[in-house]
């Protein structure tokens, strides 16, 4: 079923058995570890420091119990997560997800992919993932605040600005991060910017975060492209999802020229031939916190299809922008149907294993989340650089920053794949290149 080097399968049967039931985080381990084929022939040091099994197993497994009460005076509990993966390169780095789906298994496959997204960006920061099972959905402004208060009030003990720094993911924005930074400044009596990233541009913040993932999905896409000798402008596009990642990837591919044909949330998608209209989106989905459909309420040119799979819509690029797991074998041979060329993951883990395989062996060209979407933490990272000189950047410069960033990325993995065996595969070249940074860091270390 797998296809491992013969010195990783222990590696793996171990994962699957101190992680029982913890499906997302095997898949992600094992996309890393069969991309490892030609590293453990190359790089035997590796296996003979047990480096690879040390990668798989965090580094610290943070679970809390978060008690809130509700507008209706109702005590609730969740549960919250920090999972401090490899500190090999720098502090702990990488998001809070608030979603009901949240358990330890999807947490450490976050935390997992972190660690060499985080590597692949060239910057100083270490992997790690934190979040909750709360649901946002329908809770009022002063529940969110709440809850983050509460959620604040035990995870501020495990993190710092030189241990772990955390930022947004699924249902944690700019608004979350303002009440959770509030909290930690009050318990900590200490101004300590850099112990969050994703902060407001009057509170610390850096320009250029919010778009930063969404942008640099496209940036790196547009490598993808130029490789090929094509552009985007005038193609058609296709992006799940319409939170922080959807929104700033159709703004940028919006202003390469492409038209934005298509966008969803967990409910179904839109379809405008004529191109999304982006503000109106920005409206729904940023100030009003509502759903897709009424897009199609207020545009007589859209349909809004109710549970459908937006992967039935043609188009020449698929920008993957909601969650794991939303691009099966089926939505594949969909895209591939309507004449994709295109796949870049700004999601994390968006695209089923079996997906990937029928986008392969249809040619399309395929790059993964952990290169693809790292445009969001390598501006953390700036915005962590720019707090520890007390000095705040344009959004020009950041913005430049940010694009140098993903085409070194790009040219990264394709390098790293050519040098590997693989020219042109985009999974093992980042696979590969995110690996050795970080396992080269933890040989120099000593057994840790
Ligand atoms: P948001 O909460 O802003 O938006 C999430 C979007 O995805 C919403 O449209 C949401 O729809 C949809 N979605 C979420 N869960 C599901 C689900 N189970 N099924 C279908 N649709 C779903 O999150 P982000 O835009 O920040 O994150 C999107 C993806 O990008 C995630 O995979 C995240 O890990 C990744 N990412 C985010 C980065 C960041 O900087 N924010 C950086 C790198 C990666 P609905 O409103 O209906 O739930
Ligand atoms: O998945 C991710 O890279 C993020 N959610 C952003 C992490 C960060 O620290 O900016």
């Known amino acids: 079923m797998h296809h491992l080097h013969p010195a990783l399968i222990g590696t793996y049967e171990t994962v699957l058995r101190r992680n029982a039931g913890e499906v997302e985080f095997h898949q992600a381990v094992l996309e890393v570890l069969e991309s490892l084929h030609a590293v453990v022939e190359k790089r035997p040091e590796y296996v003979e420091a047990s480096i690879i099994e040390r990668i798989c197993e965090p580094e610290r497994q943070i679970i809390f119990r978060v008690p809130w009460v509700d507008d209706q005076g109702v005590v609730q509990i969740n549960r919250g997560f920090r999972v401090n993966f490899n500190s090999a390169l720098g502090p702990y780095k990488g998001g809070l997800r608030f979603h009901p789906s949240v358990y330890l298994g999807i947490i450490k496959f976050l935390g997992f992919e972190q660690t060499f997204k985080n590597a692949l960006t060239g910057m100083p920061i270490g992997g790690g ?8 959905k329908g809770r009022s402004d002063a529940e969110i605040m709440r809850f983050c208060q509460s ?10 600005e030189y241990t772990d ?9 700019g608004r979350e991060i303002g009440y959770l930074f509030g909290q930690y400044k009050r318990i900590t009596n200490a101004y300590e910017a ?12 850096s320009q250029a975060r ?24 005038g193609r058609r596009v296709v992006v799940s999802g319409s939170g922080n990642v959807a929104i700033y990837a159709v703004e940028k591919a919006q202003e390469f020229g492409a038209t934005v044909v298509a966008v969803s949330d967990s409910n179904g998608y839109v379809v405008d031939e004529g191109g999304i209209d982006l503000d109106l989106v920005k409206q729904i989905k940023e100030v009003q916190r509502g759903r897709i459909s009424e897009y199609a309420v207020a545009r007589t040119s859209a349909r809004h299809i109710a549970g459908g799979s937006i992967w039935d819509v043609p188009c ?5 922008c909601a969650t794991e797991n939303e691009l099966s074998a089926e939505g594949a041979a969909a895209l591939v149907k309507g004449g994709v060329k295109y796949v870049g993951e700004g999601a994390n883990m968006p695209t089923t294993p079996d997906g990937i395989r029928v986008l392969h062996e249809a040619g399309v060209h395929y790059a993964p989340g952990k290169a693809v979407n790292a445009g969001g933490v390598a501006t953390s990272a700036l915005e962590m650089q720019q707090n520890a000189s007390r000095d705040s950047w344009s959004f020009d410069y950041t913005d430049q920053r940010l694009h140098k960033i993903m085409k070194g990325i ?18 093992a070249g980042a696979n590969i290149a995110g690996f050795i940074q970080v396992a080269d860091a933890m040989l120099a270390l000593g057994v840790i």
């Open 210 to 233: 919010k778009e930063a993932t969404g942008y640099g999905t496209v940036y790196f896409v547009k490598e993808m492209l130029d490789a090929h000798g094509e552009g985007f402008d």
């Open 410 to 427: 790009h040219d990264n993995c394709l390098e790293t794949a050519d040098e590997f065996g693989q020219p042109g595969d985009y999974v």
């Open 151 to 160: 959620f604040m009030t035990e995870l501020y003990r495990h993190i710092g």
């Open 129 to 136: 993932k934190g979040g909750s099972d709360f649901d946002p």
């Open 165 to 173: 720094v955390p930022a947004g993911d699924i249902g944690v924005g």
């Open 316 to 320: 020449d690029v698929a920008l993957p």
């Open 194 to 205: 850099g112990v969050l990233t994703g902060k407001g541009l009057t509170w610390g913040g």
